[in-house]
């Protein structure tokens, strides 16, 4: 059975950081595009950002940029988000997802396993 399973959210003031981690079991995706997304209260799914197979290229939705950093360790099966000064806007339940694709990608629909979500809350 394949499972992501999220862990490092929590509750933290503006500016500060959290890191993400998404481990992986019961297949290794170290040849395929893994991602973050995140969903607000009331709102749609978004991309946060995503990485190839090997870690050489990323993408980022503008909101984060120079802020987040997506990275991965395909012998851990574990990726990654650091996110730096955080602002309340940022809070959300974070969402790590596998693509059955090599290469970066950043819609929804191109993501084929989903973990259960971990809590972001950015208090101001």
């Known amino acids: 059975q394949v499972q992501l399973v999220e862990s490092g959210g929590g509750l933290v003031q503006a500016g500060g950081s959290l890191r993400l981690s998404c481990a992986a079991s019961?297949?290794?995706?170290?040849?395929?595009?893994m991602g973050w997304f995140r969903q607000a209260p009331g709102k749609e799914r978004e991309f946060v950002a995503a990485?190839?197979?090997?870690?050489?290229?990323?993408a980022y939705a503008d909101s984060v940029k120079g802020r987040f950093i997506i990275s991965r360790d395909n012998a851990k099966n574990t990726e990654y988000l650091q996110m730096n000064s955080l602002k309340p806007e940022d809070t959300a339940v974070y969402y790590c997802a596998a693509s059955s694709t090599a290469g970066v990608v950043t819609l929804r629909y191109e993501f084929n396993y989903w973990g259960q979500g971990t809590q972001v809350t950015v208090s101001s």
């Open positions: 019961g297949r290794t995706f170290s040849r395929n595009a």
């Open positions: 990485i190839n197979w090997s870690g050489g290229t990323t």
